[in-house]
Structures are given as structure tokens and as C-alpha cells.
């Protein structure tokens, strides 16, 4: 029912195509990170949470959206969007056409973060699943421990007067952690691009704790000693420099292997993803019964060989989807500076 095209997912019943990576007539969208959600098609389905963010994102397009579990019919093929747990509004999505059932998953996580609408698993007879952390190694801690490490660190930043900045991606991550940070009692500052996402949420009713924009009026001794929020991309560029004395806390699942976080120059490694760990993924294909699973983006290739020697049917499928990080740079984030 999906085929991988050199343009994205295509299903040829429906006649439309499943987060393109390019312009397309009908688009419909897992999720606004910008691997996932790209200009140019002519129409877009998504999620009601996830609209506001694309249109932040995209700028003017059509767009139309359903509900959790809504049905729509498009050409005889039955579409309905299940939570994913990623990122606000992210979805899997279910296509339906006599008797067969696929599900594509996006981006996904099976923990649940207490932000994003919690992972759903949906049976059906195809399964194509991201494997970004498809390796025994990924395997996360509970959040609540990783929060209480962060406000721990943060804490001892602050005695010295040291500034706590945390690089998260704008879209998700920068979310997530706000609750840990604003229990600390400090003031949370954050660059641009972070605030751009911040704001639209809190215009669209979600209730999000203060944040400060950083410009180039603000005065760097307010920032000192409190929390900084930043994209990835800002990281070793004149924006940071100007927020001297600081610390640099990664959050990001990459920083499950130490090597990673000592290449970055990071002074804390916080492993928090929102992808799912291995174990995460294995329960998420079982908990399908798929009989026939596509891996896709990350390690596709070493958890479809362990899906196939545990006696599920699985093949890895290349596509364009990417990961966050690198995409919070390419988006030509525009870096503030500070007075």
C-alpha cells in the first residue's frame, strides 16, 4: 500500500504521499520537525496540534487536520492519525484499504514524557518504523532521574555563578525539559529560535513556564548563574560566547556513548531522546503483530537483521528523514547576540 519513492512515501491508491521530502499535491505529515515537513506541496493533512507548528514552520500553505483516531477517506484508502509520543502533535498514521491495514511511524518514543500525547501502539499487518536507536546500547533512564541530574548540576552552576546553558532542539526537547528547569526556582533565558516555538504554543493554549528571550538588549549579568535554553546549532558560535561564564549541558540521546559528548567539548551529558531506546522499538513491533516490518532512518540496517533472526519479516528502507540536530542548523536559525 506505501511505496518508497525517490520523492517519500507514496500510496498509489490514495494518491498521496506520506512526509515528502518533495513538493507534492497532497501531503500528509507526522509530525513539524523539518525532515519530516517540507514547503512546497500543495495541500497538507496533519494533526490540530501540529498545525500551528507547521504553519510557524512552512508559512502559508493549504492545510487541513483530523483528529486522534478520525477516519478520512481519500480516494477509498481510510487515513487516521494515532499519537506517536515524539513531540506535540506527532502521529502515526494508519492507512486502511480492503482488509490491509500499514501503519508509518514517523518519529516515535513508547515512554511517556507527560508533554507530548502518549505512544499508542496500532496492530496492522505492515509496520514501517524509524530505527534511529535501533542499537542494544540505547537503552534510556527514567526521566524523572535524568530531570533530578540536570537540577542537580544546574544548582552547582549557580553557587558559582556560572551561567547553565542547555542545548535542546527548538522543536520538542526545549519543551520537555521547561517543567525541571522552572522548578529550580531560576530564571530560564533562551535564544530566538527557541522563543519562536515557545511563543506559538502559548499563543495556541498551551500553559508553558516564562521564558525570556535573549536580544541584544538584554544584560548579560541578569544571565548569569540562571538557565539558558538553546538549539544544538548555536552551539561554539559568538551568540554562546557572549554568555560567558558558562556550562554547556547536552540533551540528546547521542550522549548515551561517551565519545560523543567528549567530541561536542559538552561539560554534561543529559541522554534524554524523544525516539524510542531498543527496547522501546522491539516492544513497539510487537505490540503491531505486524507480519512484515520496514526499518527505516538510523541503525535500518542492524535492527531489521535482529527483527529477521527473531522470525519477524523485516527489511531496511533508505529515505531523506534526518535527525533534529542537524536540522535545527539548517534551518537558518537567525543567532541573537547579546549587549
Known amino acids: 500500500m506505501i511505496q518508497f519513492t525517490d520523492i517519500g512515501l507514496?500510496?498509489?491508491?490514495?494518491?498521496?504521499?506520506?512526509?515528502?521530502?518533495?513538493?507534492?499535491?497532497?501531503?500528509?505529515?507526522?509530525?513539524?520537525?523539518?525532515?519530516?515537513?517540507?514547503?512546497?506541496?500543495?495541500?497538507?493533512?496533519?494533526?490540530?496540534?501540529?498545525?500551528?507548528?507547521l504553519q510557524l514552520r512552512l508559512g502559508n500553505h493549504h492545510f487541513e487536520t483530523a483528529e486522534w483516531r478520525e477516519k478520512i477517506f481519500i480516494n477509498g484508502v481510510e487515513v487516521s492519525f494515532y499519537p506517536a509520543g515524539h513531540i506535540i502533535g506527532s502521529a502515526q498514521v494508519k492507512l486502511s484499504y480492503k482488509g490491509e491495514t500499514w501503519v508509518f511511524t514517523g518519529d516515535y518514543k513508547t515512554s511517556n514524557d507527560g508533554f507530548s500525547e502518549p505512544f499508542e501502539p496500532v496492530p496492522c499487518n505492515v509496520?514501517?518504523?524509524?530505527?534511529?536507536?535501533?542499537?542494544?546500547?540505547?537503552?534510556?533512564?527514567?526521566?524523572?532521574?535524568?530531570?533530578?541530574?540536570?537540577?542537580?548540576?544546574?544548582?552547582?552552576?549557580?553557587?558559582?555563578?556560572?551561567?547553565?546553558?542547555?542545548?535542546?532542539?527548538?522543536?520538542?526537547?526545549?519543551?520537555?525539559?521547561?517543567?525541571?528547569?522552572?522548578?529550580?526556582?531560576?530564571k530560564i533565558f533562551a535564544h530566538g529560535a527557541i522563543c519562536n516555538v515557545h511563543d506559538t504554543l502559548v499563543q495556541h493554549g498551551w500553559n508553558l513556564p516564562i521564558i525570556e528571550r535573549i536580544t541584544a538588549a538584554t544584560n548579560k549579568e541578569d544571565i548569569k548563574g540562571q538557565i539558558v535554553i538553546a538549539p544544538p546549532g548555536a552551539d561554539g558560535t559568538a551568540w554562546m560566547k557572549k554568555l560567558t561564564p558558562y556550562a554547556v549541558g547536552n540533551c540528546s540521546g547521542w550522549?548515551?556513548?561517551?565519545?560523543?559528548?567528549?567530541?561536542?567539548?559538552?561539560?554534561?551529558?543529559?541522554?534524554?531522546?524523544?525516539?524510542?531506546?531498543?527496547?522501546?522499538?522491539l516492544s513497539a513491533v510487537k505490540a503491531t503483530s505486524a507480519t512484515k516490518v520496514f526499518t527505516t532512518h538510523g541503525f535500518q540496517s542492524a535492527f531489521s537483521k535482529y527483527l529477521n533472526e527473531q522470525?519477524?519479516?523485516?527489511?531496511?528502507?533508505?529515505?531523506?528523514?534526518?535527525?533534529?540536530e542537524e536540522n535545527d542548523a539548517k534551518e537558518g536559525l537567525t543567532l541573537n547576540s547579546i549587549a
Open 10 to 53: 507514496y500510496c498509489p491508491q490514495g494518491d498521496f504521499y506520506i512526509d515528502p521530502w518533495k513538493p507534492v499535491d497532497k501531503a500528509i505529515i507526522t509530525h513539524a520537525h523539518s525532515d519530516h515537513a517540507r514547503s512546497g506541496s500543495q495541500s497538507y493533512l496533519c494533526t490540530p496540534q501540529t498545525l500551528p507548528l
Open 311 to 324: 522470525g519477524i519479516e523485516a527489511a531496511e528502507v533508505k529515505t531523506a528523514f534526518g535527525n533534529e
Open 255 to 281: 550522549m548515551q556513548v561517551r565519545g560523543n559528548a567528549r567530541r561536542k567539548n559538552t561539560d554534561a551529558a543529559f541522554v534524554l531522546s524523544d525516539h524510542a531506546d531498543w527496547n522501546g522499538l
Open 127 to 186: 509496520f514501517i518504523t524509524e530505527s534511529t536507536f535501533g542499537l542494544p546500547i540505547y537503552k534510556w533512564k527514567d526521566q524523572d532521574v535524568i530531570f533530578e541530574d540536570m537540577q542537580e548540576w544546574i544548582r552547582q552552576n549557580h553557587a558559582q555563578k556560572i551561567t547553565s546553558v542547555l542545548l535542546a532542539y527548538s522543536l520538542g526537547k526545549a519543551q520537555r525539559i521547561l517543567p525541571a528547569l522552572a522548578a529550580t526556582g531560576l
